[in-house]
């Protein structure tokens, strides 16, 4: 079992910066891979970044590519979304997630989920 706590939403301008991190507890750390989504209301969730376990390699939703950094520390059991010139549709309930094997924008093939942080954009 892996646990996921999500922390460093909030209510930023259009433009600004927020980093999220998301500890994980439980299995090693090392051993998944990590990764991001996004939800709002109505639509389905969807994938904002990936980072493979030893984290040398990154994937980016088109729409974030060049403006969000994911990284991780396994070391400290976290990974970290850097988030950059944000715009209002970023705004959203962001996710992190555990996947035992490799990186993917499926959601479906990932084991464990936090509980989701609030990122609001204003105009």
């Known amino acids: 079992q892996v646990r996921l706590v999500e922390s460093g939403g909030g209510l930023v301008q259009a433009g600004g910066s927020l980093r999220l991190s998301c500890a994980a507890s439980?299995?090693?750390?090392?051993?998944?891979?990590m990764a991001w989504f996004r939800q709002t209301p109505g639509k389905e969730r969807e994938f904002v970044a990936g980072?493979?376990?030893?984290?040398?390699?990154?994937l980016y939703a088109d729409s974030v590519k060049g403006r969000f950094t994911i990284s991780r520390d396994n070391a400290e059991s976290t990974v970290y979304l850097q988030m950059n010139s944000l715009k209002p549709e970023d705004t959203a309930t962001y996710y992190c997630?555990?996947?035992?094997?490799?990186?993917?924008?499926?959601?479906?093939?990932?084991?464990?989920w936090g509980q989701g942080t609030q990122v609001t954009v204003s105009s």
């Open positions: 997630a555990a996947h035992y094997g490799a990186t993917s924008t499926t959601d479906d093939l990932y084991d464990y």
């Open positions: 439980g299995r090693t750390f090392s051993s998944y891979a």
């Open positions: 980072i493979r376990r030893s984290s040398g390699s990154t």
